[in-house]
């Protein structure tokens, strides 16, 4: 099977500003899930930080990565994500565990907000879709 990323913010369907909307229509969607942990309202975008233990979800896509090489990067570049420098990233690119709607996992890429959450709102519910939208 083909690598798979869980998408809870602005790459999922629908929900892609301009700059990054091409390359995240080359995303399938392969079905719907959930991370256990928190998700933040960042300003234009979320962020979310998984915790195994928490009882609050963090809901999103699974979709399946094309096979291209630069794909990953072209991500990683717009989650602001340096493999080279993790510790001074946005974000950070790692493989986590999803719980699907189905009621089965699957282990996907997944980008986990990583700075401090001094200012930002929890978004009650885990779901970004929707959120913004008036």
């Known amino acids: 099977m083909s690598d798979l990323i869980f998408v809870y913010g602005t790459l ?3 929900c892609a500003p301009a700059k990054i909307a091409p390359w995240a229509a080359r995303l399938r969607p392969v079905g719907h899930g959930f991370v256990r942990g928190v998700l933040y ?3 234009g975008y979320p962020g979310a930080v998984p915790d ?3 009882t ?3 809901a999103g896509t699974v979709m399946e990565l094309p096979d291209d090489a630069a794909f990953l990067a072209r991500l990683d570049a717009y989650e ?3 493999p080279q420098t993790p510790e001074q990233s946005e974000y950070v690119r ?3 565990v999803v ?3 189905e009621g089965g996992t699957m282990e996907c890429w997944f980008y986990r907000y990583n700075r401090e959450m001094d200012a930002a709102w929890v978004i009650e519910g885990g779901e970004w879709r929707g959120y913004r939208e008036p």
């Open 94 to 96: 790692v493989r986590q």
């Open 12 to 14: 999922q369907p629908g």
């Open 80 to 82: 602001g994500y340096d």
């Open 56 to 58: 609050s979800r963090i």
């Open 52 to 54: 195994r233990a928490s």
């Open 99 to 101: 719980e699907t709607d």
């Open 41 to 43: 309202d960042l300003g």
